[in-house]
Each structure stands twice: as C-alpha cells, then as structure tokens.
C-alpha cells in the first residue's frame, strides 16, 4: 500500500473546508493545510480534523505550492484547493492507485459547479487536472495565478475514473470580482516574463474566447449560465490585456 500526502492550500475557506476534508479522511493517510493566514474560522475548522495546519506567507500560486509539497510527509502526493472535493467514484480509484502505484502521475476530470449549477460544456469540462503524482517528478509551474504540475520528462500518466467536485463561483457578483483580481495578477506575471499588450490584443484575444467558449465548446448547451461564464471569460481576457497595455507604458 502506498501512502499519500493531501496538501491543501487555504486562505479564508470557512465556507469550503469542511467539504473537502470530509472527502479525504478515508483517503490521505497524511492531510496536510497550507494556510496564508486566514482571518475567518479556517484554522478553527481545521483544528477539529486530524490534520497538520502550517500557515506560510503567500508569496504567489505557483509558489506556495511548490513550498507545499516541501512539507508532506510521503512523495506521493494528492494536491487539492480548498473549494474542491472528491467524489465517491473518484475515491475508489485512487484507493486502488494505493494498492498498486503503477505510474508517475495521476490526472482526473474536473466537474464545476456555478452558483448551484453543474457545467459540463464551456470548456469548464471535461476539465483535466493531474493532481496525484510522486513529487520527486515534476513541480508547479506556469504564470501566476494559472499553474499546472508539470511532470519530468519521460514520466509515465494514467487517466483515473471519477470526477473531481469544483465548488466555483455562488454568485456571478464573487465571479466578477476574482477575474478582476485575477486580471491583474496574470498581466504582472505576463510583464515579468516579458511579454507584451497591444490594441490588436486587447480586442481579438476577448472576442475570440467568448467564441471559443461559447461556441467551439458548446457553451451553449449549458443554458444561461454557459453564456454567462463565456462572457465573463471573455472580459477576464479584456482586462488582463488592457492592463498588460497599461503595465508596458511604465
């Protein structure tokens, strides 16, 4: 049997933490909580399930978790958000990873739930996330606040059954307000890799994700919400672009 670190990474997660802890008790055999010093009840919830609760400085995404994983106890980790949970199905696969490890790395899709709706389409899923992994092959990487694990060359991955439950956005208000955070976050990390803004940028990329999304990805199919979700999209990538623009003139 092969042990596993679940690492989560919190800050201000009252009204998610519960939920996922509850969905790996029978799963980790070490649950690890990463907080940013969370100012609600985080650190109160956590303190009555048996986990470890480190707090760290947030000094970026990429960064905390790569920190993170420093502090698990096994190599093999299952590395999840607060807002996350797993689902029965996708439990039972991973405990039959337990028994028999047979590759690097571990990916499963990822289902979104929308202000209480399950989006299937919009590009929001199948959502494919590799989140169970031997930590000795690979690390977090990408550009703030997008990360992905990236797994060393030659690894071996393998496609588990079951979804991943994302418990997004309960209101469009809260979704306006992350991109707009977010925004602003990916266009210094764009900067500092040295790209660039222009007007043809900030006027094509928005159109064309609210094509993509809506269109090439069946957004549609999700009613209202798929809409919304494309045109929200769609103005994240405005935003970031406008303010890469913005950012380049300094």
Request: net charge positive; glycine share 6%.
């Amino acid at each position: 049997m092969t042990p596993i670190s679940v690492v989560i990474l919190t800050l201000n997660e009252e009204k998610n933490i519960q939920r996922c802890l509850d969905s790996v008790l029978d799963t980790g055999d070490d649950i690890l909580v990463v907080d940013s010093y969370s100012t609600d009840k985080t650190k109160m919830i956590c303190s009555r399930y048996p986990v470890r609760f480190i707090e760290h400085q947030f000094d970026g995404y990429i960064e905390q978790k790569n920190w993170a994983i420093t502090q698990a106890r096994y190599p093999h980790v299952l590395s999840l958000d607060a807002d996350e949970a797993l689902s029965d199905r996708l439990k039972l696969s991973i405990k039959e990873v337990k028994k028999n490890w047979e590759y690097d790395g571990y990916f499963f899709n990822r289902l979104t739930s929308y202000c209480g709706k399950w989006i299937r389409h919009t590009g929001w899923y199948p959502d494919r996330k590799l989140r169970l992994w031997d930590s000795r092959k690979g690390r977090w990487e990408g550009i703030n606040p997008h990360d992905r694990y990236v797994m060393g060359k030659g690894s071996t991955q393998h496609h588990l059954k079951g979804d991943l439950l994302h418990f997004s956005y309960h209101s469009i208000d809260e979704h306006i307000s992350q991109i707009n955070n977010f925004s602003t976050i990916g266009a210094h990390a764009a900067i500092k890799k040295g790209k660039r803004s222009n007007l043809c940028k900030v006027i094509l990329k928005p159109v064309w994700k609210f094509i993509r999304h809506y269109i090439m990805k069946l957004g549609f199919l999700d009613g209202y919400y798929g809409f919304v979700i494309s045109v929200i999209s769609s103005h994240y990538s405005f935003l970031k672009y406008v303010k890469m623009k913005e950012l380049g003139r300094h």
